[in-house]
Nanobody
Framework: QVQLVESGGGLVQAGGSLRLSCVTS????????MGWFRQAPGKDRLFVAG????????KHDDSVKDRFTISRDNAKNTVYLFMNDLKPEDTAVYYC??????????????????????????WGQGTQVTVSS
């Protein structure tokens, strides 16, 4: 059974920073593409960032580009989301997710496959991020 556990959320003022972490157990972490999603109250779960198995390829939603950075450490079974210049509209529950799909992970916005929640197979319980103005 694969388990994902997020941490690092909290309350921060606008302009501040947070680092989210997600530790994964179960099958070999390096076999998963990983993603971060967020869900605000009453809204859909939306893609934030994704990273390929090796870490060589990443993609970030336009709303967080140049502010958030996804990375991973396969030796620690951990994926990170570094969030800078936080804004009140970033307030949401943040989820990490793991994908076992074979499709190649492409950088940038050329292929939306790994931006879809339905293409991820395992999910964490979420961590709350609240940004005050």
């Amino acid at each position: 059974q694969v388990q994902l556990v997020e941490s690092g959320g909290g309350l921060v003022q606008a302009g501040g920073s947070l680092r989210l972490s997600c530790v994964t157990s179960g099958r070999t972490f390096s076999t998963y593409h990983m993603g971060w999603f967020r869900q605000a109250p009453g809204k859909d779960r939306l893609f934030v960032a994704g990273i390929s198995r090796s870490g060589d390829h990443t993609k970030h939603d336009d709303s967080v580009k140049d502010r958030f950075t996804i990375s991973r450490d396969n030796a620690k079974n951990t994926v990170y989301l570094f969030m800078n210049d936080l804004k009140p509209e970033d307030t949401a529950v943040y989820y990490c997710a793991a994908s076992t799909r074979a499709r190649v992970f492409l950088s940038g916005g050329s292929d939306p496959y790994y931006t879809e929640p339905s293409h991820y197979d395992y999910w964490g319980q979420g961590t709350q991020v609240t940004v005050s103005s």
